[in-house]
């Protein structure tokens, strides 16, 4: 039998066991061992996509498809769900602390069944994250969850900004947890689920998402009593409640009376507005809500929830009229098409302000604008509508002592 030197020196003195370092094969061959070959390295997740904010602040409304409204509700809520149940968004609504006597509203929980898992985030009494009803630590990095779906952080450099993918990577969800208020948010990756919810359908069309659950489709522009019934249709029941422990019927009584903007001294506004403004707010709908965020709440963190609000919104359409919600005093915009009705008011943004205007003529389509003349009284305003970059909307065409101005109609572009 001979043997294949394989270059091991064994000194003077020493033993080693040949088969330890040969092996042999049926007819006494030497074999001498490959090499192993390495393992593979370990594949670094993709980093998650950008998702935006489509429940922010103290609570606005930008949902997925671009329809914008203000949604001051108490309560437990379904943001989004699909339909055959592998998608379910639902986020807690409880009122701002500082003022209860205000009908304020912020996000304060959120609820997520992914494909398998259930996750849960909240703020109160104290931040906690479980996973399938295990408290575990806020993630830090990239996880895998037990049904495939993952947590990672959004790469926004902050800690508590979250992003999460189903396991068909066909939904995502963003969470952001804020100093006492939560951002939320849902888009649609890819595939042919079919959303509903208070944010929408997820099927690029604004016009539809105010669905009432299990009644009627209401088409933008809506009266604040129409929003107030889609809202209602949507919340969560004890049964279909994801939360450990849903809200009671006490901890979901609205404040007495709206509160508008116009409501809040007006140096709090201006010191707020200048907040925002200094902090890269410049979004006339973004600085709207911050200047009534941060006055309202007197808490400056709701600054960064404006900025997210402002990215969600940057990409709508520029191409629709400015309306005003009466509740809220906020700016939101009636598409091209919407039949809009003479003795109605407006909002346009006026030199970093909102004031409001009443429709007085609306000559004809083919010079696509409207004229608005300044009504100081908005009591009898109603209309939600859809949002859109406002920047530039007004034109600064001023007449009868600048108590009417102009706005493009926005037909044909």
Not at 38 to 66: N, R
Not at 387 to 403: I, K, V
Request: contains cysteine; charged residues 20%.
């Amino acid at each position: 039998m001979g043997l294949v030197s394989s270059g091991i020196n064994v000194s003077t003195g020493q033993t080693t066991t040949i088969s330890d370092l040969w092996s042999f094969g049926e007819n006494e061959e030497s074999v001498i061992p490959p090499t192993p070959e390495p393992l593979p390295p370990t594949p670094t997740p993709a980093p998650p996509p950008s998702l935006k904010c489509d429940s922010c602040g103290d609570v606005h409304i930008s949902t997925p498809d671009g329809l914008v409204y203000d949604f001051q509700e108490f309560g437990d809520f379904l943001l989004s769900q699909s339909t055959d149940g592998s998608v379910v968004l639902q986020a807690r609504q409880e009122r701002w602390e500082t003022y209860p006597e205000r009908p304020v509203s912020v996000n304060t929980a959120v609820a997520i069944y992914v494909g398998g898992d259930k996750l849960e985030l909240y703020l109160k009494p104290e931040t906690s994250f479980s996973v399938n009803d295990v408290l575990t630590d806020l993630p830090t990095g990239y996880v895998s969850l037990p049904a495939g779906g993952s947590i990672d952080l959004s790469g926004t450099g902050s800690p508590t900004d979250f992003t999460i993918l189903w396991p068909d990577g066909n939904t995502g969800v963003r969470v952001i947890l804020r100093n006492d208020h939560i951002d939320i948010g849902i888009a649609r990756l890819g595939g042919s689920l079919t959303y509903e919810g208070v944010l929408g359908n997820l099927d690029g069309d604004r016009m539809n998402d105010i669905q009432v659950r299990g009644g009627e489709l209401i088409t933008p522009p809506a009266t604040i009593e129409q929003l107030k019934l889609f809202g209602d249709s949507w919340r969560l029941s004890a049964e279909e409640s994801l939360f450990n422990d849903p809200l009671t019927a006490a901890d979901t009584a609205e404040a007495a009376g709206p509160l508008t903007i116009n409501d809040l001294d007006a140096g709090e506004k201006e010191a707020a507005a200048n907040t925002c403004e200094t902090a890269g707010v410049t979004d006339p709908l973004a600085l709207h809500n911050c200047t009534y965020d941060v006055a309202v709440t007197g808490d400056e963190s709701f600054v960064e929830s404006a900025k997210t609000f402002q990215e969600a919104t940057a990409d709508i359409p520029d191409e629709t009229f400015v309306a005003a919600v009466p509740a809220q005093g906020l700016p939101v915009a009636i598409p091209s098409g919407v039949v809009l009705e003479i003795g109605q008011q407006y909002a346009v943004p006026d030199a970093g302000t909102f004031r409001y205007f009443l429709l007085t003529a609306f000559p004809t389509e083919a010079e696509s604008r409207a004229t608005l003349s300044l009504c100081p009284d908005l009591a009898t305003a109603g209309l939600v509508g859809v949002g859109g970059n406002l920047n530039g909307r007004t034109s600064s065409g001023a007449r009868s002592g600048g108590h009417e101005r102009t706005l493009h109609r926005g037909i044909g572009r």
